[in-house]
């Protein structure tokens, strides 16, 4: 939980975040050459992040730290999947530490967050890039988005949230 969210916007230092499986089928590539500043984290075998340094010039590592204490932090966390989404953490993790998302899946997001309230969806790469830089430009769009979809990830998803629902079901 955050206790004052508009303090907390304001002290984030982190531009853009990427915490996942680096083998994402090229669509990160062109992201991670665009954000020099981009944080990202992975396992990744040597061969391939050897390969990711040479493509992207970005240095995959594996993350030891707090995930909370890293959202916290950063401004824009960058969402992918595998295939039709949205079911992975990121979806429920980035919006629950207040981080802008942006997140590809367009047709499945709309099952648990409104598209362009409270995460902003991209279709490709080039799609992804314009979000992000629109993002990161204006302060305002960003905190409407990261407010709202915070909003939604207390509201909905949280552990107590999903335990009622549970208990409701049996």
Request: net charge positive; proline share 2%; charged share 25%.
């Given at each position: 939980?955050?206790?004052?969210?508009?303090?907390?916007?304001?002290?984030?230092?982190?531009?853009?975040?990427?915490?996942?499986?680096?083998?994402?089928?090229?669509?990160?590539?062109?992201?991670?050459?665009?954000?020099?500043?981009?944080?990202?984290?992975?396992?990744?075998?040597?061969?391939?992040?050897?390969y990711l340094f040479l493509t992207t010039r970005h240095?995959?590592?594996?993350?030891?730290?707090?995930?909370?204490?890293?959202?916290?932090?950063?401004?824009?966390?960058?969402?992918?999947?595998?295939?039709?989404?949205?079911?992975?953490?990121?979806?429920?993790?980035?919006?629950?530490?207040?981080?802008?998302?942006?997140?590809?899946?367009?047709?499945?997001?709309?099952?648990?967050?409104?598209?362009?309230?409270?995460?902003?969806?991209?279709?490709?790469?080039?799609?992804?890039?314009?979000?992000?830089?629109?993002?990161?430009?204006?302060?305002?769009?960003?905190?409407?988005?990261?407010?709202?979809?915070?909003?939604?990830?207390?509201?909905?998803?949280?552990?107590?949230?999903?335990?009622?629902t549970l208990l409701r079901s049996l």
């Amino acid at each position: 939980k955050i206790d004052d969210f508009d303090a907390q916007f304001t002290r984030r230092d982190i531009d853009l975040v990427y915490v996942g499986y680096p083998v994402k089928h090229g669509k990160l590539d062109k992201i991670m050459r665009r954000y020099r500043q981009m944080v990202v984290y992975g396992r990744v075998t040597f061969k391939r992040a050897i390969y990711l340094f040479l493509t992207t010039r970005h240095l995959y590592r594996t993350f030891t730290g707090n995930l909370g204490q890293l959202y916290q932090r950063t401004k824009v966390g960058i969402n992918v999947h595998y295939t039709y989404g949205p079911c992975n953490g990121r979806c429920y993790q980035l919006n629950a530490a207040g981080v802008a998302q942006v997140v590809d899946c367009a047709e499945g997001i709309g099952q648990i967050y409104k598209a362009g309230e409270e995460v902003l969806v991209h279709s490709s790469p080039d799609e992804a890039i314009e979000k992000i830089d629109l993002l990161l430009a204006d302060d305002s769009l960003r905190y409407r988005v990261s407010k709202a979809g915070y909003e939604r990830a207390r509201a909905n998803y949280s552990r107590k949230h999903a335990l009622l629902t549970l208990l409701r079901s049996l």
